[in-house]
T-cell receptor
Framework: NAGVTQTPKFQVLKTGQSMTLQCAQD?????MYWYRQDPGMGLRLIYY???????DKGEVPNGYNVSRLNKREFSLRLESAAPSQTSVYFC???????????FGSGTRLTVV | GENVEQHPSTLSVQEGDSAVIKCTYS??????FPWYKQELGKRPQLIID?????GEKKDQRIAVTLNKTAKHFSLHITETQPEDSAVYFC????????FGAGTRLTVKP
């Protein structure tokens, strides 16, 4: 049982480049989330998908887009990367809202 | 929206002592309160959670208490061990989680 799988684990981008972070879960969870983690700021919600076919903005959605491709997969896209998007990105899933999350291993993104 | 404050930001204890981390939340509609442990370079992992219809929950050396009236909840770790050293996050949830900023716990042997 892999749980939540994120790719890539590390990425360096130049300002203005685009990329997509991939996330897949094999636990048949309905809800999926993207968080970013910055020192001293905890985990901040970027976007979430309460169920297949729905997506909603979180606390810090600017500069990002998401796609819930199917029940298993939830991708995060940076259209034009900026240095302020340098962070560690975590994908998570839960059976439904208000249940504990299972996190992926994270993507460390650096924008230069 | 929901706002979660967590204190202290750092905590250092001697092995065998107890550690307490406190969180407050702003939205009285929040009904689910999990705690996560994150070791250096690893993903956050759920260690214990509590729902709003329960005042206290215990799992071996860790316990969580909830005071809905005051809108605060706490994590208690007894008989601390060096492997308890990590960053701990509280969260409050209505339909999605809002996390506190984290507490770095160091347990000195």
């Amino acid at each position: 049982n892999a749980g939540v799988t994120q790719t890539p684990k590390f990425q360096v981008l130049k300002t203005g480049q685009s990329m997509t972070l991939q996330c897949a879960q094999d636990m048949n969870h309905n809800s999926m989330y993207w968080y970013r983690q910055d020192p001293g700021m905890g985990l901040r919600l970027i976007y979430y998908s309460a169920s297949e076919g729905t997506t909603d903005k979180g606390e810090v959605p600017n500069g990002y887009n998401v796609s819930r491709l199917n029940k298993r997969e939830f991708s995060l896209r940076l259209e034009s990367a900026a240095p302020s998007q340098t962070s560690v990105y975590f994908c998570a899933s839960s059976p439904t809202a208000n249940y504990g999350y299972t996190f992926g291993s994270g993507t460390r993104l650096t924008v230069v | 929206g929901e706002n979660v404050e967590q204190h202290p930001s750092t905590l250092s204890v001697q092995e065998g002592d107890s550690a307490v981390i406190k969180c407050t939340y702003s939205d009285s509609a929040s009904n689910y309160f999990p705690w996560y442990k994150q070791e250096l370079g690893k993903r956050p992992q759920l260690i214990i959670d509590i729902r709003s219809n329960v005042g206290e929950k215990k799992d071996q050396r860790i316990a969580v208490t909830l005071n809905k009236t005051a809108k605060h909840f706490s994590l208690h770790i007894t008989e601390t061990q060096p492997e308890d050293s990590a960053v701990y996050f509280c969260a409050a949830s209505i339909d999605k989680m809002r996390f506190g900023a984290g507490t770095r716990l160091t347990v000195k042997p």
